[in-house]
């Protein structure tokens, strides 16, 4: 990861001191802002290839600046968030953050997301023209309506396919279950929760190795569902 | 006070006696000139006793007066004098005409007299209503208005027992509010064997008088008095007054529940704002402590020397801070529940402040300034609770203004008294916080405040324990100078007039 540009958007100086010192160290080029209004001035000049974004921010609200960066890139967004409360991630992605990781976090856990981010959404720009989308060992034809798994066909339901199509298009990032429930199901059914994860369990059952232990559809624990290159 | 709607029997009697001594009057003072005046005037002199007496007396006077009238008229004005007997025929004309007169008259007085009573009783209804009104006014709590309720009773009805009882689901009967003589248990025995009862009802022999004014899930609230009034207006008027005041218990329990809402809604607040502050303020060091020392720990990544030390400081810097925020808490807890105790000793205020300034270290660079005589008096306080307080001072500096803004700390002694001041050329604070800004958990208005509210409130707390003074001299966008004042130590050692024996006197012992 030499030389990938990152933004850090936080307010809290040692926290960005500390944050700054260690991505430095792995080799990554860092620049940081501490508000939201220098934060999206930087975005729009630099043109980071990572955004750490901190919800706390003194100026506008974190969600608010995860809203207003996607309005015009699809730059990744990791969301630090130190509330504790789940309400606020689940708010920041569904504004189209990519990820986030609750304070405190180490170092690796930080550098782990930042890896899952930027490899995917490389990938998902490449091809976004395409009509086979691939994660992983997962090949999903989205004309045929058909899937591969290691060169397997699976016969998926009508809901499954959707589900899977459409975590397919964001690799990488967690997608909340109101996402989820409003693109596949509609918007009528955004409360309720439980179809994603009965669903989810099918398609594990027919996409996963070891469906007790996954490792391309990952929950994000009361937040919403990832799928992610294992490798 | 008491409410009535008929006449007394007093002024009845007053009435019959005016009535009859007036016509007596006029007869004794006519029969001199019976002769020489007409029947007419006669007639007329003798319609004032009848119109008086029913106005003193009331209606019930005006038969009597007319019939007294009459026959004094005719016995001793009309001839033959003596006798009942008319003897010219136009003598009826006016007997006829007076007993019309004095009829009508005494009609019209009668008339009066109803209109009269109907206003009285109109007037004690509305006394009620104004009463009661007054009552309600002036009662928050359930207790306040049953209190109220059977004063007011007492007076109203003239009951020398006046008593509110509430009936528990189970049966179990309790005297709530009282005035006057008690209820025996005989008395509360006969109320519960008759409870509910919808409306004002008389309780047999005993005179006592019990109704419903409200009730409850669970509990019916009773009005009882003794004696039971026997007049059925006075008894329309209770039934009145029993329904108006289930309306003010009424009203009274839903304001208390009110109360205990507002009360339930501010403890919810300030628990979640002590949430908030501590996921806030405990995280965020953490969240530096934690990636300082897995950087530190990580064995993969090449950390230089400078990247090292820059870690190590954080962490440091970082400890100190949440050690500032959980002693916050404590004291918070302790300001809180009044349990604060000073251990107060004579403390060098410059040593103080420059030992706060020192942990601060890097954080606050060459961006603070001390100007502290050489000379400031010692001042009597807790060293660990001021220490706190400084370093509240300036972490809301540094934390309100933008890096490196110069803050200056300063002191200087007054009159029994040192004052220190720690100002900063930030942006100042709105005018419309400034009032609130020591409040516990008060945040500011402004989108871009940081901070919990606890730091100022605990500032504010640990200066008023020791009776000291703490303010703000903010000028919106101007920097912001908090101010506080503690007493000096009683003994002073630096003197002006003569520094040499303090000094001596400070120096450890020699020992020869």
Redesign the interface.
Known sequence: MKGVRLLVID?????L???V??L???GYSVTTASSGGEGLGMVAMDGPEVIILDL?L??IDGVEVCRRIREWTETPIVV?S????EGRKVEALDQGADDFIT??????E?EARLRVALRHRARCTAETDSSVLTVGPLSIDLAGRSVTVRGREVSLTRTEFDLLAFLARHPGRVITHRMLLEAVWGPEYVTESQYVRVYANHLRKKIEEDPGRPSILLTSPGVGYQLVDPD | MHLGGTTPPGRRLAGTGVTVLGVAVAVGGLMPFRTSISVETAALVLVVPVVLGVALGGVTIAPLGVIAGFVAFDVFFIPPYGTLRVAAGYHWISLVVYALVSLVIGGVVAQLYKARDLAERREAELRIFYELAEVVAGSRTVDAAHGAITALAALLFGASTSAILLTEDGGSVRTVAQAGERLTSADLDLVSSRTPLPRMSPLGSSRLIAGLLATTSGAATTLVLRPAPTDPEQLRLLDLFAMQAGVVIDRARLSEEAARMTALAEVDRLRSALM?SV??DL??????????I??LA?GT????LD?SQ??LA?IE??TD?LTRFVTNLLDMTRIESGALQLNRGAVPLDELIESVLVRFGR?LGDSVSLQIPDDLPLVDADYTLVDQVVANLVENAIQHCP?NTPIVISASPGTGWVEARVADEGPGIARADQDHIFEMFYRGTA????GTGIGLAICAGVIAAHGGQLWLESVEGGGSTFVFRLPTARDAPFDEDDTDVVRRAVAPPVTT
Do not use: N, Q
């Open positions: 307010d809290e100086r040692a926290v001191r500390a944050l010192t260690g430095r160290a792995r706390g003194p100026d630090l130190a509330d504790g409360a304070k405190p976090f180490s170092m690796a930080l | 908030r996921s806030h995280r965020t060091p953490l969240a530096s402590i934690k990636a300082s897995s950087d990580d990544i090449d950390l230089d990247a820059t870690l954080t810097e970082e801070r954080l890096s989108p871009s405040t940081r």
